[in-house]
């Protein structure tokens, strides 16, 4: 099995901040990463698939990268709204979620 | 529109057989698979297992002795069996609509599944 592993599991930011989430996996996973939004009490949303293509939806200031083991994925000018829990998925083989990153306002 | 909805007990006692429906609509599980993917409270995701277009399936390995995913297609049905549940399987359980290179994209909203005597 692959095993994904995200950090950091907190990050503390302030409104307009970059802040930058990474996820490692245990093998190459030939970029089948995506990144969810999950809100409290509601399912997670897709915000970015196949490492770095955003979903019809997902704002701009949302962006991801990586290859082979390692990816992170960004949000620049970070807004209210954006205050959630976020997921990595690796799909290459199954699906494994990482870990996942409270965002909190500092 | 794509969508799907999860049903089925919200309490389930300790060592008995948890048993969830997806009933989706807006697209054809004869093209499409569904996975199914579980929520503790206040933790993470957990992918549960998943069943194919073709009808067949794929699990966790840490739940395969215990879990069973099925359908009905004739009623956009997706059923999820899972035996000798204990209270840490309390959470809530998603169904979700995962297709190649585009992953676990339409989710449905979860049903809370306690288990506890």
């Known amino acids: 099995d692959i095993q994904m592993t995200q950090s950091p599991p907190s990050l503390s930011a302030s409104l307009g901040d970059k802040v930058t989430i990474t996820c490692q996996a245990s093998q190459n996973i030939n970029k089948y990463i995506a990144w969810y939004q999950q809100k409290p009490g509601k399912a997670p949303r897709q915000l970015i698939r196949?490492?770095?293509t955003l979903v019809s939806g997902t704002p701009s200031r949302f962006s991801g990268s990586g290859s082979g083991r390692d990816y992170s994925f960004s949000i620049s000018n970070v807004e209210s709204e954006d205050i959630a829990s976020y997921y990595c998925l690796q799909y290459d083989n199954l699906w494994t979620f990482g870990g996942g990153t409270k965002l909190e306002l500092k | 529109q794509v969508q799907l909805k999860e049903s089925g007990p919200g309490l389930v006692q300790p060592s008995q057989t948890l048993s969830l429906t997806c009933t989706v609509s807006g697209f054809s599980l004869t093209s499409n698979s569904v996975s199914w993917v579980r929520q503790p409270p206040g933790k993470g995701l957990e992918w549960m297992g998943a069943i194919w277009s073709g009808g067949s399936t794929d699990y966790n390995s840490a739940l395969k002795s215990r879990l069973s995913i099925s359908r009905d297609t004739s009623k956009s049905q997706v059923f999820l069996k899972m035996n000798s549940l204990q209270t840490e399987d309390t959470a809530i359980y998603f169904c979700?609509?995962?297709?190649?290179?585009?992953?676990?994209?339409?989710w449905g909203q979860g049903v809370m599944v306690t288990v506890s005597s």
């Open positions: 196949y490492t770095s």
């Open positions: 979700t609509r995962s297709r190649a290179a585009i992953s676990l994209d339409y």
